[in-house]
């Protein structure tokens, strides 16, 4: 891993300049295969992730598991930590091929599992299982991208990423929903597994003709302290998620603990000098963190807040994030045109101030005056600066890291991607509960909750967003020389 901000990056692998005629775009013939299976995984990926949000409700009640509902959540999230920091060495040491394939394996695992799941533990599980998988998968994804395409296309592939979400944000809860109503929730599940047999099939060949083209990797030992490191964030952030919900004196215990295994291990697994803004890679891995952090953590609130505060059905609450899905992918695309590299950080930066702006707007539906469309409005703003600040700060990643480091690198960025959600929303839920946001009871009776509640976690979130625009110009390093 990059260890000084100072240093000229190295330029990522190439694909040899006979395989690449300078024109052809990522659906163009070299490189069409490879796209169409890549977006395919991304694609099942995300359907999943949507999908299971609605089919969770009844699962748990069917296996009397309500007592152990956020722990299904919990559960992915932990295991996709320490798995993805073992796919960035794997990837580093033996290439993509390996990791990607044994991820889309292990996540489909997990599926069949929770699907066929006769108690609540045996779920919990299952959703643990398929977090390896998906944490093997997405740094793997990430890597095939630095190696298999050159430079130019790469604005385009992480496009193509944030494409791959529209579909399933608009159209995964209904299809999920009628899934779980007329079939059972078991086939949101079972279902999927036998889908993962087509990426497989398109992206298989092309893969492997890519990475033969390529250059052999650097030899490097396993490094088992880096996957010590990455036990420990994951068990650490699992501890802060059980204080964040208790709420009491015994929960300083598990906090203590969860802060004291994440501070050491994380200033091990990132690149020196993340946690200051260190200028060049450090400040691009820190800036993914605060950007998926203050969104998704916002993001969480939105639909409790138009069904308790406005009274809209949990459908039409749900449909309010829909646009988001969408101008994530208008944002990812724009910042992937021609010209637009000229202007990577400062795409970064306004991606910053849109979803500030977006947090705040969305925020506005706690006055009763204020029509409850503003906040779908407000979600799509949100999601163009989302999809101009995640799809660049990959691409400056991508840039930055050596090809022998590229692994490694895609993990510390998921890593902070992954931690930002975690303590952001952490944050967020003790925000919440302590301004009596945690009365479960006034939910059931569909009475408000209090406006203060919301207004705290909606009021800090932007106040993080514009913390990242100000930190994007240490983003700005001068390119590689050719």
């Known amino acids: 891993m990059t260890t000084t901000s100072q240093a000229e990056p190295a330029a990522p692998r190439q694909i040899p300049d006979d395989h690449d005629d300078g024109t052809s775009g990522v659906l163009g013939g070299p490189w069409r295969a490879l796209t169409l299976g890549i977006v395919s995984v991304v694609l099942l990926l995300a359907f999943e992730a949507t999908a299971v949000n609605t089919a969770m409700p009844t699962a748990a009640r069917q296996l009397d598991g309500i007592g152990l509902y956020a722990f299904a959540f919990s559960a992915y999230f932990t295991t996709t930590l320490l798995a993805m920091v073992v796919s960035g060495q794997w990837c580093d040491r033996r290439g993509p091929l390996a990791p990607l394939f044994s991820g889309i394996a292990v996540f489909a695992a997990g599926l069949v599992t929770a699907g066929t799941a006769v108690n609540m ?214 910042q992937g045109r021609p010209g637009a590299e000229r202007y990577r950080e400062a795409m970064i930066r306004y991606g910053f101030v849109l979803t500030a702006v977006a947090i705040g707007g969305a925020a506005l539906v706690l006055f009763a005056l204020v029509p409850v469309w503003v906040t779908a409005v407000a979600w799509a703003v949100g999601g163009v600066g989302m999809g101009l600040a995640i799809a660049s700060i990959s691409v400056l990643m991508m840039r930055l890291s050596a090809p022998e480091e590229t692994g490694e690198n895609s993990a510390a960025l998921q890593l902070s991607d992954a931690l930002g959600n975690v303590l952001l929303t952490g944050l967020a839920g003790v925000l919440f509960a302590a301004l009596g946001g945690g009365a479960v009871s006034a939910v059931a009776r569909d009475a408000s909750l209090p406006a203060g509640a919301f207004a705290a976690v909606f009021l800090t979130m932007p106040a993080v967003a514009l913390v990242g625009a100000a930190l994007s110009g240490r983003a700005a390093v001068a390119r590689p020389k050719s």
């Open 121 to 334: 533990w045996m779920f919990v599980a299952g959703r643990a299982v398929q977090g390896l998988g998906g944490g093997l998968v997405i740094v793997a994804l990430y890597v095939v991208v630095g190696r298999a395409f050159p430079e130019r296309l790469r604005p385009a592939v992480f496009a193509a990423f944030s494409a791959a979400w529209v579909l399933p944000s608009i159209l995964g809860p209904v299809i999920s929903g009628a899934v779980t109503q007329h079939l059972g929730w078991r086939w949101v599940f079972l279902a999927v597994p036998v889908l993962v047999l087509l990426p497989l099939a398109v992206m298989g060949p092309a893969l492997r003709r890519s990475e033969r083209r390529q250059p052999p990797l650097r030899a490097q030992p396993y490094d088992w302290r880096r996957t010590r490191d990455a036990a420990m964030v994951a068990v650490g952030a699992a501890l802060l998620q059980y204080a964040g919900q208790r709420l009491d004196g015994w929960a300083l215990l598990p906090a203590a603990a969860g802060v004291a295994l994440i501070g050491p291990a994380v200033l091990r697994l990132l690149p020196k000098g993340t946690l200051r803004a260190a200028r060049g890679l450090p400040t691009v891995i820190l800036l993914r963190g605060l950007a998926a952090g203050a969104f998704f953590a916002s993001e969480l609130f939105i639909p409790l807040m138009m069904q308790t505060q406005r009274g809209l059905s949990v459908t039409m609450a749900g449909l309010t994030l829909a646009p988001g899905g969408l101008s994530w992918a208008l944002g990812s695309w724009l």
